[in-house]
Protein backbone atom coordinates (compact mmCIF):
# COMPACT_ATOMS: atom_id res chain seq x y z
CA UNK A 1 0.00 0.00 0.00
CA UNK A 2 1.20 3.46 -0.73
CA UNK A 3 1.77 5.66 2.35
CA UNK A 4 -0.35 8.28 2.91
CA UNK A 5 -0.51 11.28 0.45
CA UNK A 6 1.57 14.22 1.81
CA UNK A 7 0.33 17.68 1.28
CA UNK A 8 3.21 20.19 0.33
CA UNK A 9 3.39 24.19 0.50
CA UNK A 10 4.62 25.40 -2.69
CA UNK A 11 7.55 27.34 -0.66
CA UNK A 12 11.09 26.13 -2.02
CA UNK A 13 11.30 23.50 0.30
CA UNK A 14 7.75 22.05 -1.38
CA UNK A 15 8.47 22.82 -4.51
CA UNK A 16 12.27 20.76 -3.73
CA UNK A 17 10.18 17.31 -2.21
CA UNK A 18 8.23 17.61 -4.95
CA UNK A 19 10.57 17.39 -7.59
CA UNK A 20 12.76 14.59 -5.29
CA UNK A 21 9.57 12.82 -5.59
CA UNK A 22 9.22 13.33 -8.97
CA UNK A 23 12.32 11.90 -9.99
CA UNK A 24 12.49 9.39 -7.88
CA UNK A 25 9.52 7.74 -10.22
CA UNK A 26 6.64 8.77 -7.84
CA UNK A 27 3.21 10.89 -8.83
CA UNK A 28 2.93 14.46 -7.73
CA UNK A 29 -0.33 16.63 -8.41
CA UNK A 30 0.63 20.48 -9.26
CA UNK A 31 -1.77 23.25 -9.47
CA UNK A 32 -1.40 24.73 -13.32
CA UNK A 33 -3.15 27.79 -14.19
CA UNK A 34 -5.80 25.37 -15.96
CA UNK A 35 -6.11 22.79 -13.56
CA UNK A 36 -4.25 20.90 -11.44
CA UNK A 37 -1.93 17.92 -12.96
CA UNK A 38 -0.90 14.95 -11.48
CA UNK A 39 2.81 14.66 -12.73
CA UNK A 40 5.20 11.66 -13.25
CA UNK A 41 8.31 11.92 -15.31
CA UNK A 42 7.78 11.41 -19.03
CA UNK A 43 10.80 9.66 -19.50
CA UNK A 44 10.40 6.94 -17.14
CA UNK A 45 8.25 4.46 -18.16
CA UNK A 46 7.22 3.39 -14.50
CA UNK A 47 5.84 6.66 -13.55
CA UNK A 48 3.95 7.15 -16.78
CA UNK A 49 2.37 3.44 -16.00
CA UNK A 50 1.57 4.86 -12.56
CA UNK A 51 -0.07 7.99 -13.53
CA UNK A 52 -2.88 5.38 -16.21
CA UNK A 53 -3.00 3.24 -12.88
CA UNK A 54 -3.75 6.14 -10.19
CA UNK A 55 -6.23 7.57 -12.21
CA UNK A 56 -8.25 4.34 -13.74
CA UNK A 57 -6.89 6.02 -16.92
CA UNK A 58 -7.44 3.73 -20.41
CA UNK A 59 -4.46 3.37 -22.14
CA UNK A 60 -5.29 4.19 -25.59
CA UNK A 61 -5.70 7.91 -24.31
CA UNK A 62 -2.47 10.02 -24.62
CA UNK A 63 -0.96 12.38 -21.65
CA UNK A 64 0.32 15.76 -22.13
CA UNK A 65 4.04 16.57 -21.36
CA UNK A 66 4.81 19.46 -19.89
CA UNK A 67 8.10 21.19 -20.48
CA UNK A 68 9.93 24.38 -18.63
CA UNK A 69 10.76 25.85 -21.71
CA UNK A 70 11.30 26.25 -25.51
CA UNK A 71 14.05 24.62 -25.94
CA UNK A 72 13.17 21.22 -24.16
CA UNK A 73 10.07 21.24 -26.57
CA UNK A 74 12.05 21.64 -29.59
CA UNK A 75 14.05 18.56 -28.68
CA UNK A 76 11.10 16.43 -28.17
CA UNK A 77 9.22 17.32 -31.47
CA UNK A 78 9.15 19.05 -34.78
CA UNK A 79 8.01 22.66 -34.68
CA UNK A 80 6.56 24.25 -37.88
CA UNK A 81 6.42 27.76 -38.65
CA UNK A 82 3.10 27.89 -37.55
CA UNK A 83 3.80 25.84 -34.01
CA UNK A 84 6.70 28.10 -33.90
CA UNK A 85 4.24 31.12 -33.72
CA UNK A 86 1.51 29.78 -31.78
CA UNK A 87 4.54 28.89 -28.99
CA UNK A 88 5.59 32.85 -29.29
CA UNK A 89 1.93 34.04 -29.33
CA UNK A 90 0.71 31.86 -25.75
CA UNK A 91 3.81 29.80 -24.27
CA UNK A 92 3.70 29.78 -21.33
CA UNK A 93 0.00 29.27 -21.22
CA UNK A 94 -3.28 27.36 -21.53
CA UNK A 95 -2.47 25.80 -24.66
CA UNK A 96 -1.38 22.45 -25.82
CA UNK A 97 0.13 21.93 -29.01
CA UNK A 98 0.07 18.50 -31.10
CA UNK A 99 3.28 17.88 -33.01
CA UNK A 100 5.34 15.29 -34.56
CA UNK A 101 7.58 13.48 -32.74
CA UNK A 102 11.61 13.92 -32.96
CA UNK A 103 13.51 10.96 -33.29
CA UNK A 104 15.42 10.27 -29.69
CA UNK A 105 12.33 12.43 -27.74
CA UNK A 106 13.26 10.20 -25.07
CA UNK A 107 9.83 10.08 -23.59
CA UNK A 108 8.10 6.80 -22.42
CA UNK A 109 6.23 5.51 -25.20
CA UNK A 110 3.12 5.49 -22.83
CA UNK A 111 2.87 9.13 -23.09
CA UNK A 112 1.86 9.26 -26.46
CA UNK A 113 -0.02 5.97 -26.49
CA UNK A 114 2.05 4.64 -29.23
CA UNK A 115 1.49 7.90 -31.55
CA UNK A 116 3.83 9.50 -33.64
CA UNK A 117 2.87 12.90 -32.36
CA UNK A 118 3.18 14.24 -28.98
CA UNK A 119 1.25 16.81 -26.93
CA UNK A 120 3.15 19.48 -25.53
CA UNK A 121 2.74 22.72 -23.47
CA UNK A 122 4.78 24.73 -21.07
CA UNK A 123 2.52 25.58 -18.47
CA UNK A 124 1.96 29.52 -16.82
CA UNK A 125 1.35 29.19 -13.29
CA UNK A 126 3.89 29.94 -11.51
CA UNK A 127 4.48 26.84 -9.10
CA UNK A 128 3.83 24.49 -12.40
CA UNK A 129 7.28 26.69 -13.36
CA UNK A 130 9.17 26.33 -10.56
CA UNK A 131 8.23 22.16 -10.28
CA UNK A 132 9.39 21.63 -14.35
CA UNK A 133 12.76 23.92 -14.02
CA UNK A 134 13.53 21.86 -10.98
CA UNK A 135 13.09 18.57 -11.70
CA UNK A 136 15.07 19.40 -15.17
CA UNK A 137 13.08 17.00 -17.14
CA UNK A 138 9.88 16.73 -18.99
CA UNK A 139 6.70 15.72 -16.85
CA UNK A 140 3.30 14.16 -18.17
CA UNK A 141 0.39 15.50 -16.01
CA UNK A 142 -2.94 14.89 -16.94
CA UNK A 143 -5.80 16.07 -14.73
CA UNK A 144 -5.40 14.69 -10.96
CA UNK A 145 -8.96 13.59 -10.81
CA UNK A 146 -9.96 9.72 -11.37
CA UNK A 147 -10.86 9.28 -15.37
CA UNK A 148 -14.34 10.58 -16.44
CA UNK A 149 -14.34 12.66 -12.90
CA UNK A 150 -14.68 16.40 -12.62
CA UNK A 151 -11.61 17.65 -13.07
CA UNK A 152 -9.36 19.33 -9.65
CA UNK A 153 -9.43 22.81 -9.66
CA UNK A 154 -8.48 22.58 -5.71
CA UNK A 155 -6.10 20.70 -4.00
CA UNK A 156 -9.15 19.38 -2.04
CA UNK A 157 -10.14 18.25 -4.88
CA UNK A 158 -7.58 16.34 -5.43
CA UNK A 159 -7.53 14.44 -2.33
CA UNK A 160 -10.71 13.67 -2.35
CA UNK A 161 -10.01 11.49 -5.80
CA UNK A 162 -6.52 10.40 -5.30
CA UNK A 163 -5.39 10.18 -1.59
CA UNK A 164 -3.51 7.46 -0.69
CA UNK A 165 -2.89 6.56 -4.83
CA UNK A 166 -0.02 9.30 -4.88
CA UNK A 167 2.71 10.15 -2.97
CA UNK A 168 1.94 14.15 -2.63
CA UNK A 169 0.09 16.88 -3.75
CA UNK A 170 1.28 20.61 -3.93
CA UNK A 171 -1.49 23.03 -2.20
CA UNK A 172 -0.96 26.47 -4.73
CA UNK A 173 -5.12 27.09 -4.37
CA UNK A 174 -7.33 27.60 -6.46
CA UNK A 175 -6.41 27.41 -10.66
CA UNK A 176 -6.82 30.88 -12.05
CA UNK A 177 -8.35 29.58 -15.05
CA UNK A 178 -10.15 26.89 -14.43
CA UNK A 179 -10.69 24.56 -17.40
CA UNK A 180 -8.63 21.94 -19.12
CA UNK A 181 -5.60 23.83 -21.71
CA UNK A 182 -6.69 23.91 -25.26
CA UNK A 183 -5.54 21.21 -27.55
CA UNK A 184 -4.42 22.76 -31.33
CA UNK A 185 -2.48 20.67 -33.96
CA UNK A 186 -1.03 22.61 -36.87
CA UNK A 187 -0.17 19.64 -39.15
CA UNK A 188 -1.46 19.61 -42.13
CA UNK A 189 -3.66 22.51 -41.27
CA UNK A 190 -4.53 24.09 -38.67
CA UNK A 191 -7.05 22.91 -36.35
CA UNK A 192 -8.41 22.54 -32.41
CA UNK A 193 -8.76 19.06 -31.18
CA UNK A 194 -9.97 20.42 -27.73
CA UNK A 195 -11.53 23.64 -26.76
CA UNK A 196 -10.17 24.57 -23.34
CA UNK A 197 -8.54 27.95 -21.21
CA UNK A 198 -7.42 29.85 -24.73
CA UNK A 199 -10.15 30.74 -27.00
CA UNK A 200 -10.61 29.87 -30.48
CA UNK A 201 -10.82 33.13 -31.88
CA UNK A 202 -7.66 34.70 -29.97
CA UNK A 203 -5.23 31.32 -31.45
CA UNK A 204 -7.19 32.47 -35.02
CA UNK A 205 -6.55 36.20 -34.69
CA UNK A 206 -2.85 35.34 -34.10
CA UNK A 207 -2.85 33.02 -37.14
CA UNK A 208 -5.17 35.07 -39.35
CA UNK A 209 -7.71 32.89 -39.40
CA UNK A 210 -11.01 32.11 -37.79
CA UNK A 211 -10.74 28.71 -36.38
CA UNK A 212 -13.59 29.74 -34.19
CA UNK A 213 -16.29 29.57 -37.10
CA UNK A 214 -15.18 25.94 -37.95
CA UNK A 215 -16.18 22.90 -35.88
CA UNK A 216 -14.30 21.71 -33.02
CA UNK A 217 -12.75 18.64 -34.27
CA UNK A 218 -14.36 15.84 -32.23
CA UNK A 219 -11.33 13.27 -33.29
CA UNK A 220 -11.91 10.13 -33.87
CA UNK A 221 -9.03 8.16 -33.63
CA UNK A 222 -6.95 7.38 -31.90
CA UNK A 223 -7.28 10.37 -29.01
CA UNK A 224 -11.01 10.13 -28.17
CA UNK A 225 -10.32 11.79 -24.03
CA UNK A 226 -14.04 10.66 -23.78
CA UNK A 227 -15.06 12.83 -26.49
CA UNK A 228 -18.92 13.42 -26.42
CA UNK A 229 -18.72 10.27 -24.34
CA UNK A 230 -19.49 11.06 -20.22
CA UNK A 231 -16.45 12.68 -18.58
CA UNK A 232 -15.90 15.58 -16.59
CA UNK A 233 -19.13 13.78 -14.69
CA UNK A 234 -20.19 14.66 -11.52
CA UNK A 235 -22.38 11.44 -9.71
CA UNK A 236 -25.42 13.30 -10.02
CA UNK A 237 -27.52 13.88 -13.43
CA UNK A 238 -26.50 17.51 -14.50
CA UNK A 239 -29.56 18.82 -16.94
CA UNK A 240 -28.25 21.53 -19.60
CA UNK A 241 -30.28 25.08 -20.93
CA UNK A 242 -32.22 24.59 -18.15
CA UNK A 243 -34.57 27.63 -17.19
CA UNK A 244 -35.75 26.75 -13.96
CA UNK A 245 -34.86 23.87 -11.02
CA UNK A 246 -37.24 20.96 -11.03
CA UNK A 247 -38.00 19.34 -7.85
CA UNK A 248 -34.97 17.95 -5.95
CA UNK A 249 -32.50 20.17 -8.27
CA UNK A 250 -30.06 22.55 -7.50
CA UNK A 251 -29.98 25.44 -9.83
CA UNK A 252 -26.48 26.66 -11.12
CA UNK A 253 -26.95 30.24 -13.01
CA UNK A 254 -25.11 31.75 -15.16
CA UNK A 255 -25.35 35.78 -14.08
CA UNK A 256 -26.99 37.45 -11.11
CA UNK A 257 -29.20 34.74 -8.91
CA UNK A 258 -31.12 35.53 -5.61
CA UNK A 259 -29.43 35.15 -2.23
CA UNK A 260 -27.84 31.88 -1.61
CA UNK A 261 -28.49 30.37 -4.98
CA UNK A 262 -25.93 29.73 -7.14
CA UNK A 263 -24.43 30.82 -10.17
CA UNK A 264 -21.13 30.59 -12.75
CA UNK A 265 -21.03 34.73 -12.65
CA UNK A 266 -23.21 37.12 -11.21
CA UNK A 267 -21.64 39.57 -14.01
CA UNK A 268 -21.81 36.64 -17.09
CA UNK A 269 -18.42 37.06 -17.42
CA UNK A 270 -16.91 33.79 -19.18
CA UNK A 271 -13.77 33.40 -17.80
CA UNK A 272 -14.90 33.84 -14.70
CA UNK A 273 -17.61 31.18 -15.58
CA UNK A 274 -15.03 28.72 -16.43
CA UNK A 275 -12.45 29.41 -13.32
CA UNK A 276 -15.80 28.50 -11.11
CA UNK A 277 -17.42 25.75 -12.98
CA UNK A 278 -15.33 22.44 -11.99
CA UNK A 279 -15.23 23.65 -8.29
CA UNK A 280 -18.72 24.41 -8.17
CA UNK A 281 -19.62 20.75 -9.81
CA UNK A 282 -17.92 19.44 -7.47
CA UNK A 283 -19.08 20.80 -4.59
CA UNK A 284 -23.26 21.13 -5.97
CA UNK A 285 -22.15 16.88 -6.06
CA UNK A 286 -21.68 17.12 -2.72
CA UNK A 287 -25.12 18.71 -1.68
CA UNK A 288 -28.30 17.18 -0.78
CA UNK A 289 -30.16 17.55 -4.53
CA UNK A 290 -30.92 14.84 -6.92
CA UNK A 291 -29.85 16.52 -9.76
CA UNK A 292 -28.11 19.45 -11.23
CA UNK A 293 -30.04 21.94 -13.46
CA UNK A 294 -27.85 24.44 -15.34
CA UNK A 295 -28.32 27.76 -17.09
CA UNK A 296 -27.69 28.33 -21.27
CA UNK A 297 -23.86 29.40 -21.04
CA UNK A 298 -23.20 31.69 -24.87
CA UNK A 299 -21.18 29.65 -26.96
CA UNK A 300 -18.59 31.95 -28.03
CA UNK A 301 -15.11 32.56 -26.12
CA UNK A 302 -14.32 30.67 -23.41
CA UNK A 303 -17.95 29.45 -23.48
CA UNK A 304 -17.05 26.89 -25.71
CA UNK A 305 -15.24 25.01 -23.75
CA UNK A 306 -17.71 26.02 -20.55
CA UNK A 307 -20.35 24.06 -22.98
CA UNK A 308 -17.97 21.56 -24.04
CA UNK A 309 -17.31 20.08 -20.34
CA UNK A 310 -21.04 20.94 -19.50
CA UNK A 311 -21.98 18.37 -22.76
CA UNK A 312 -20.27 15.91 -21.67
CA UNK A 313 -21.11 16.04 -17.89
CA UNK A 314 -24.50 15.67 -18.87
CA UNK A 315 -23.51 12.77 -21.31
CA UNK A 316 -25.15 9.34 -20.94
CA UNK A 317 -23.30 7.61 -18.78
CA UNK A 318 -22.22 4.18 -19.72
CA UNK A 319 -23.73 0.73 -18.09
CA UNK A 320 -22.69 0.96 -14.37
CA UNK A 321 -22.88 4.60 -13.77
CA UNK A 322 -18.88 5.06 -14.17
CA UNK A 323 -17.98 7.68 -17.46
CA UNK A 324 -15.32 5.95 -19.93
CA UNK A 325 -12.29 8.25 -20.57
CA UNK A 326 -9.60 9.67 -18.84
P1 LIG B 1 -5.66 15.47 -20.18
O1 LIG B 1 -4.20 15.35 -19.93
O2 LIG B 1 -6.49 14.60 -19.28
O3 LIG B 1 -6.11 16.88 -20.24
O4 LIG B 1 -5.88 14.87 -21.62
C1 LIG B 1 -4.96 15.14 -22.60
C2 LIG B 1 -5.62 14.96 -23.91
O5 LIG B 1 -4.71 15.37 -24.90
C3 LIG B 1 -5.94 13.54 -24.26
O6 LIG B 1 -7.23 13.19 -23.85
C4 LIG B 1 -5.79 13.45 -25.74
O7 LIG B 1 -7.01 13.48 -26.39
C5 LIG B 1 -5.00 14.70 -26.10
N1 LIG B 1 -3.75 14.26 -26.72
C6 LIG B 1 -2.63 13.89 -26.11
N2 LIG B 1 -1.70 13.51 -27.01
C7 LIG B 1 -2.25 13.65 -28.21
C8 LIG B 1 -1.81 13.41 -29.53
N3 LIG B 1 -0.59 12.96 -29.79
N4 LIG B 1 -2.68 13.66 -30.53
C9 LIG B 1 -3.91 14.15 -30.28
N5 LIG B 1 -4.39 14.39 -29.04
C10 LIG B 1 -3.58 14.14 -28.02
MG1 LIG C 1 -8.48 15.03 -17.85
Request: proline letters at 10%; charged letters at 15%; a negative charge.
Amino acid sequence: MQPATEILTPDANGIARAADLLRAGKLVAFPTETVYGLGGIATRPDAVASIYAAKGRPSFNPLIAHVADLDTARRIAHFSDMAEALAAAFWPGPMTLVLPLREGHGLAPGVTAGLETVALRIPAAPVAQRVLERVGQPVAAPSANPSGRISPTRAEHVIAGLSGRIAAVLDGGACPVGVESTIVATDPAPRILRAGGLSAEAIGAALGLDLAAGPVIEDSTPTAPGQLTSHYAPSKPVRLNATAALDGEVWLGFGPVAEGQHTLSQSRDLAEAAANLFDMLHSLDDGPHTGIAVAPIPDTGLGAAINDRLQRAAAPRPRGGTPEAG
